[in-house]
């Protein structure tokens, strides 16, 4: 029993490290700019906010669109479940969990999409194309990583995977996780609608992707889709951590290097919406098929790791 | 008087009503069409005032090399008030014809298209509203409409933008304007109060609150016969100066903004706040409110203020163009500016875009050039032009305008402290000349401002007229924004930055 005890601990601080995230960012934003700007609780405050008021649905909306946000958030909640910590298994963990875990996203994805389009506004209806359009582009990319991930320690679940998987085991596994940790990050970035493909900031509607789908969400609704995209993150964040984990390590120190590592992912996000500009829509295709391309040479890696090449 | 027209090279001019030259309808379009051949021309006025005979149109053209302006009228009879149009011979008066036609009713036979300006309460066609305007439609499956407003997503005015697109690609964009209209031009009209007409005036556009004040005080002052003094001139350029310091650079901001360029913003909004800072350091208001008044100023220049301004305008310019060397070599800011919103020379004669907008199209449109007003008459300056056309032109030329602005700043304030003060107050209870025709002009920020009136023969005002650059460059935008990505309408509109409410007036 104390096993599964720890085991929760891993998909608590995913949770929790979630309703920090969004506020790293912005202090992350602020510093860079040399702003006061807010403090680290103030996306909670605002989610609290949110919370304690009621949804407005257009009469234009039907069941869609009042169980797409619970079901979003669910579908990510349940992907969470599957990711490991600090080499001990996840809460669920099975054969082939990693596919499980990305069509989670994807249902959820799905339901935010449709939601977008029981409104029937010409907004979302642009927005849920954008967004259907640029998630298909990012999932080769994400196979890809998967895929090399089960070559190169022969399992299909994310527990098995990572109990191996040692990213100092040589050159090879070295570089391939480093570019393996920027893909995440790269991945992580597409997935939740952040610059340089979409600005989450913005107040413009033509040029949103994910912010002109929740443009109907109200109160509760829209707390939850908060939650949904913060949790998201640190799902990617947990990924990461779990690349760099090393085996053996008692779990003050993993829980201290999971928050770091978390933290960091944070600040990095809030560095590149500093100094860049977002990509003008038609070169987020080209942006996603390069993180795809790069994708490619880590599985090239991978194989000549494997020595598939000589035989 | 030469030939037909009244021929004048002074900005701004006041003439008799008589003596401009009443034309048969016929022969003002031949005279009009003649004119206006040519890309230096252009047509600053074009307007009517109804009495008992009809309605008599009177029309102002500018001409930037001749530095003069010629203005000619006619008179149209309200029956049966069907006229040939002007539009399909000079593109650029089609606006004109447009806001003649909803305020009188006169056909203009051959307009290609007679939509209304704006939808103001006090137009002649009552029953037609904003509410049933058939926008313009194209039939098709592949295509959609995209409508956005009149109430936006952020706090900006209202106005309402319809999209046919195929895909993510604008084919049309309709603009639907009016909804700020507050009946501005007969307001300034009905009123006595000269003081509650200067106000109005530096409300017109909040953005170019000098700017129209300047226009309208030197009306007033030609019409009055005021005289001013070569102190004040300098004070009024500074202001105008400094109000185009602070918008070329909030828009540059608001251009980084707009693109998820969070340095470029905070650095440009930052430095604005000092330059608008300075203003209400001048004059009590961040935007230059009660600076300019008819005949002189409650706020007179002082050494302390003048040297406060060329200290910032200093620091400012050279902060400035460090951020914007930054800002307009970063590959990801490029990639959203570079070719964006294109608007060709031709096209900006052809809609006749003026200031900024005509600039950027390689036009050299500049009223401080062409027809020298307040001290610019004793002081060049030659406009900048740029030819690309695009969103990062339009940046460009804001980066450029900023740094001759202060140097125009600290060369004038040089002048203004060997110029003898006078530092005379306002005037408010003035004579206006009778049954006079007068016309001001001002380059503000944006571009060229155009206060026109017309007095009875008492000495009040029976009409006043304002024009905004907004009121032709709205089309640029229009232009600008087809075969464009649609996500990309929102820099190509910040890139122009018009003005509503100086349209709806």
């Known amino acids: 029993m104390a096993e599964y005890y720890l085991i929760m601990i891993g998909f608590a601080l995913i949770i929790i490290t979630a309703l920090f995230f969004p506020g790293i960012i912005i202090r992350a934003k602020s510093i860079a700019s040399g702003r006061k700007g807010p403090g680290i609780l103030q ?114 679940s994310f527990s098995d995977i990572f109990s191996y998987f040692l990213v100092t085991g040589n050159h090879f596994i070295l570089i391939y996780s480093i570019i393996l940790i920027y893909l995440l990050i790269q991945v992580a970035l597409t997935e939740n609608s952040r610059v340089p493909v979409d600005d989450p900031k913005t107040h413009l509607e033509l040029t949103m992707i994910h912010e002109v789908m929740i443009l109907d969400n109200s109160g509760f609704d829209k707390a939850l889709i908060h939650l949904g995209t913060w949790l998201k993150f640190t799902v990617y964040g947990a990924l990461i951590y779990n690349i760099i984990a090393p085996v053996q390590m008692n779990y003050f120190v993993q829980a201290g290097l999971f928050l770091a590592v978390q933290a960091l992912f944070a600040v990095t996000v809030g560095l590149i919406e500093s100094f860049r500009a977002r990509n003008k829509m038609n070169r987020n295709p080209k942006f996603i098929l390069t993180v795809s391309a790069i994708a490619m040479i880590a599985f090239v890696i991978i194989l000549i790791y494997m020595n598939k090449f000589n035989q | 008087m030469t030939g037909n027209f009244t021929e004048i090279s002074e900005n701004p001019f006041v003439v008799k009503m008589d003596e401009v030259r009443e034309l048969s ?10 004119m206006l051949d040519g890309g230096s021309v252009h047509c600053v006025a074009y307007y009517g005032i109804e009495d008992s005979k009809g309605i008599r149109l009177i029309c102002s053209v500018a001409d930037d090399i001749r530095h003069n302006i010629c203005t000619l009228s006619t008179l149209v009879p309200k029956e049966p008030g069907i006229v040939k149009s002007l539009t399909t011979a000079c593109p650029p008066l089609h606006i004109y014809e447009r806001e003649i036609n909803e305020n009188f009713g006169i056909v203009f036979d051959d307009h290609p298209w007679l939509k209304p300006v704006r939808y103001p309460h006090d137009r002649k066609n009552k029953l037609a509203v904003m509410d049933n305007y058939p926008f313009y439609g194209i039939e098709s499956e592949e295509l959609h409409e995209v409508g956005v407003g009149p109430v936006h997503a952020g706090v900006i005015e209202p106005g309402h933008f319809r999209f046919i697109c195929n895909g993510e690609k604008v084919l049309h964009l309709e603009i639907q304007l009016g909804y700020q209209h507050r009946g501005v031009e007969k307001l300034l009209a009905e009123s006595s109060n000269s003081l509650k007409r200067a106000v109005i005036c530096e409300n017109i556009a909040g953005d170019s609150a000098v700017a129209h004040s300047i226009a309208h005080a030197q009306l007033i002052e030609s019409l009055g016969g005021i005289e001013t003094m070569p102190d004040l001139w300098i004070e009024r350029c500074i202001g105008l100066e400094l109000e185009r310091i602070a918008v070329h650079i909030g828009d540059t901001a608001a251009l980084c903004g707009d693109v998820a360029y969070q340095l470029g913003q905070v650095v440009c909004e930052a430095l604005r706040t000092e330059i608008i800072n300075t203003t209400q350091f001048w004059c009590g208001n961040r935007f230059g409110k009660g600076l300019v008044r008819p005949g002189g100023t409650n706020y007179s220049l002082s050494k302390e203020t003048a040297d406060k301004i060329i200290t910032v305008t200093d620091i400012v310019g050279k902060r400035f163009a460090e951020i914007t060397d930054r800002i307009y070599s970063l590959p990801s800011v490029l990639a959203r500016f570079e070719d964006i919103g294109q608007v060709t020379s031709e096209q900006a004669l052809t809609i006749g875009a003026v200031g900024m907008a005509a600039r950027t199209c390689g036009i050299s449109r500049d009223i401080r050039n062409s027809h020298p007003f307040q001290y610019y008459r004793q002081y060049d300056v030659s406009p900048v032009v740029l030819d690309s056309g695009d969103v990062l032109a339009r940046g460009m030329l804001r980066v450029r305008e900023v740094e001759q602005s202060v140097r125009i700043i600290r060369d004038l304030t040089d002048r203004w402290f060997k110029e003898k003060k006078y530092g005379r107050k306002p005037v408010y209870d003035y004579k206006l000349k009778p049954g006079s025709f007068s016309l001001s002009m001002v380059e503000g920020w944006r571009g060229e401002i155009c206060h026109s009136a017309v007095t009875d023969e008492n000495g009040s005002i029976v009409h006043y007229k304002v024009k905004d650059p907004s009121f032709h460059n709205w089309m640029a935008l229009a232009l600008a924004v087809r075969n464009q990505e649609i996500s990309d309408f929102p820099v190509c509109n910040k890139s122009f930055n018009l003005s509503y409410c100086g349209h709806d007036l």
């Open chain 1, 43 to 156: 996306p909670l405050r605002d989610l609290a906010v949110l919370l304690k008021k009621g949804s407005v649905f257009s009469s234009t909306t039907g069941v869609i669109f009042q169980i797409a946000s619970v079901i979003t958030l669910c579908s990510i909640i349940c992907a969470a479940l599957v990711i490991p910590f600090a080499n001990r298994g996840a809460l669920v963990s099975f054969e082939g969990d990693f596919v499980f875990f990305s069509y989670m996203l994807a249902l959820g994805k799905f339901f935010a999409i449709i939601s977008a389009l029981d409104t029937g506004s010409s907004f979302e209806g642009m927005g849920a194309n954008r967004e259907a359009f640029f998630s298909m582009l990012i999932e080769p990319a994400f196979f890809i990583i998967l895929a090399s991930f089960a070559m190169v320690t022969g399992f299909t």
């Open chain 2, 25 to 34: 309808y016929d022969s003002f379009h031949d005279k009009i069409k003649e």
